[in-house]
């Protein structure tokens, strides 16, 4: 997996700059206008591991070039790829000087490597288990480019005399052998790109054509065509009297001839066609949302051909969305999301696009707005997984420094994908929930709906933020002769200071829900937002006693849970009332009580979103869903 890249002049990026692509995630998006940078990158890793023309930075002398470089920063298992006794030493020494990498960072690109690093250890790795390291060629004399690190690599291989700096150009193209980059440009010739003998379908393609090949072709086939071949040259030769024919390099031909031969003349003249009923349309002739389309359906189609591969696949496209209706959008997202899915290693899929109408549909990744800042291209990342929430809270804490365009046309995107979305013979449904805490508990009791419903559930950031997209959908979930198949459900607690909502009843398929507390049947129900129940209720306190008393029990859930020890306080101060069915009233909570776990225990760093995470552990057979989850599962089927 590369988590980020080390570049330097090319094309917009002129400075040495960090380019970030993964905290873990597969699937990475970089948004922005034209010119911001985005193909940029497509364009440096598909030089880097393909090789290609340079396109240098206006900016830059020309003599620049000496120093310019591609240097990703990779996350490797170590029983992933192949390696000599040699090269592990290599990948080890290099790879344990990152890991252990503690210098206080002096400039960003440090910081930002040391950042990844932490990211990476997050995910569970460590020297043990992955090799971990930045390491590049610079593009005229490809020499091994480490920014920043490598003259403190070498000292470190002075130190062993059995291996030399300089090796590590081994290493590299070991490391570029591995895998397979595809690069979709936007203008890619549709039919060049599906021809079978295209450079782009044979990085694609499985060695076990070329076998079944040189299988059919016997080694004495070779000789005895080899043999005839000669003799009809050695008799024109006889006729020339001052020429001669003879072989540049060789003068044989070897199986690999033929299976190049065989390959090209028979796959050459077979043409991607679009089947459509009984109809048959040669991709040329397709429209070019179709062209692209067919392409990304391509790489589906082969990526998936074999479930375990001994490369790994990183699959860049630009703007996939392009010359496409909205509607068919979401479809595209939806497969390029499953193609990480498809096989082993996992393949990492980069796209780029202006439309931030994808974001709700993909369920995880990293997204990455681009925009230019004073002497180097800025990146603002988000968690696809909780964007809005992320979106919102980041925008808030840069006071406007944020850009507002993420913050705008990510949401007004949403809001015409979902509205689109509905409209589907298969529609989609949604759920808009406060946090991203509330969406584990949703996706895990609801997750029979997210597969066969197509159901999303979006966190926004808190109450203001749901209310907001409730009044945005109104309008347009108003008009009843749209027909819309699709739901939308908000869903919020209930706060002490209970905010007005007025609700459209003309919306048939929009409805919103907050989760409060029935104290006449002791009980958490989910209401209409306007109902008069008004007793201050977090989804916390709606959970079941079952799965609680579960987690308690399980120490090794919430060791990284901060401060777990003031829940096991309150909960031996507290008479616990067996049998109920939310958590209010197990723990009897007064309001002081209440009010010292929300302080000192729930709000409290991560630990919503932590506790959530051991708490569905705890029940990962859904035996104790809670009971106001079969209200919110009867809305979405309708």
């Known amino acids: 997996m590369l988590l980020g890249i080390g570049l330097k002049n090319y094309k917009v990026y002129k400075n040495i700059q960090f380019i970030p692509i993964s905290s873990g995630a597969s699937f990475t998006a970089y948004l922005g206008p034209n010119g911001i940078g985005k193909t940029s990158i497509f364009e440096a890793l598909d030089r880097f591991f393909n090789g290609g023309d340079w396109i240098t930075n206006n900016e830059s002398k020309k003599d620049s070039d000496d120093s310019a470089f591609v240097s990703p920063l990779f996350l490797i298992p170590i029983n992933e790829i192949s390696?000599?006794?040699?090269?592990?030493?290599?990948?080890?020494?290099?790879?344990?000087?990152?890991?252990?990498?503690?210098?206080?960072?002096?400039?960003?690109?440090v910081k930002s490597i040391i950042e990844s690093i932490a990211a990476a250890a997050t995910l569970g790795c460590n020297k043990d288990t992955h090799y971990l390291f930045v390491l590049g060629?610079?593009?005229?004399?490809?020499?091994?480019?480490?920014?920043?690190?490598?003259?403190?690599?070498?000292?470190?291989f002075e130190e062993h005399i059995d291996v030399n700096f300089e090796e590590l150009a081994d290493l590299l193209k070991k490391i570029k052998s591995h895998y397979r980059y595809i690069y979709l440009p936007a203008e890619a010739d549709s039919l060049t790109f599906s021809k079978m003998e295209s450079v782009y379908i044979r990085k694609l393609l499985d060695e076990d054509i070329k076998k079944k090949i040189q299988d059919s072709i016997s080694k004495n086939s070779i000789d005895d065509i080899n043999k005839k071949l000669k003799e009809f040259i050695d008799q024109i030769n006889e006729t020339l009297d001052q020429y001669v024919y003879k072989g540049k390099r060789k003068d044989q031909l070897t199986v690999n001839d033929l299976i190049e031969r065989i390959f090209s003349a028979y796959f050459g003249i077979k043409v991607l066609h679009k089947k459509n009923g009984g109809k048959e349309t040669?991709?040329?002739?397709?429209?070019?949302?179709?062209?692209?389309?067919?392409?990304?359906?391509?790489?589906?189609?082969?990526?998936?051909?074999?479930?375990?591969?001994?490369?790994?696949?990183?699959?860049a496209i630009d703007e996939p969305d392009a010359s496409m209706h909205v509607a068919a959008c979401h479809d595209q997202f939806e497969k390029i999301a499953r193609i990480p899915t498809l096989c082993k290693p996992v393949p990492q899929v980069l796209i780029n696009t202006h439309w931030y109408g994808f974001i709700p549909v993909i369920r995880s990744g990293t997204a990455h707005s681009l925009s230019r800042g004073e002497n180097s291209i800025e990146f603002f990342s988000f968690n696809l997984e909780n964007f809005r929430e992320h979106i919102n809270q980041n925008f808030t804490k840069s006071?406007?420094?944020?850009?507002?365009?993420?913050e705008l046309k990510s949401y007004q995107d949403m809001i015409q994908s979902v509205v689109v979305s509905m409209l589907r013979d298969k529609p989609y449904n949604w759920i808009f929930c406060e946090g991203l805490s509330d969406k584990i508990y949703l996706s895990h009791y609801l997750s029979d709906l997210i597969e066969n419903r197509s159901l999303r559930i979006v966190p926004l950031g808190g109450f203001k933020q749901v209310r907001r997209v409730y009044e945005y959908l109104s309008a347009p979930l108003s008009d009843k002769e749209a027909g819309f198949r699709g739901k939308a459900l908000c869903i919020v607690d209930t706060d002490a200071q209970k905010e007005h909502v007025e609700l459209r009843k003309d919306a048939k398929n929009l409805f919103f829900k907050r989760l409060v507390r029935d104290e006449s049947k002791l009980e958490v129900v989910a209401l209409d937002v306007d109902s008069q129940h008004s007793f201050p209720t977090e989804i916390e306190f709606a959970l079941r006693e079952e799965v609680f008393k579960t987690l308690l029990e399980s120490p090794g859930l919430y060791k990284g849970i901060e401060k777990?020890?003031?829940?096991?306080?309150?909960?031996?101060?507290?008479?616990?009332?067996?049998?109920?069915?939310?958590l209010y009233d197990y723990l009897n909570l007064g309001p002081k009580?209440?009010?010292?776990?929300?302080?000192?225990?729930?709000?409290?760093?991560?630990?919503?979103?932590?506790?959530?995470k051991a708490y569905i552990a705890c029940d990962p057979d859904?035996?104790?869903?809670?009971?106001?989850?079969?209200?919110?599962?009867?809305i979405i089927k309708g």
């Open 83 to 109: 390696l000599t006794k040699k090269e592990k030493k290599l990948a080890g020494l290099l790879s344990a000087f990152f890991w252990d990498f503690s210098v206080a960072p002096y400039n960003s690109f």
């Open 137 to 156: 060629n610079t593009y005229k004399t490809n020499e091994i480019e480490i920014p920043f690190f490598g003259n403190d690599i070498k000292k470190i």
């Open 282 to 315: 040669t991709i040329k002739d397709l429209s070019s949302g179709e062209k692209r389309q067919a392409l990304i359906d391509l790489s589906y189609a082969l990526i998936s051909r074999s479930e375990l591969k001994d490369y790994r696949v990183i699959l």
């Open 399 to 406: 006071h406007g420094k944020y850009p507002k365009e993420v």
């Open 564 to 582: 777990f020890s003031v829940l096991q306080e309150i909960v031996k101060e507290t008479s616990v009332t067996e049998g109920s069915n939310n």
């Open 593 to 612: 009580q209440k009010k010292r776990l929300m302080n000192e225990f729930f709000d409290i760093d991560n630990n919503k979103i932590s506790f959530a």
């Open 622 to 634: 859904r035996s104790f869903e809670p009971k106001w989850i079969e209200t919110i599962r009867q």
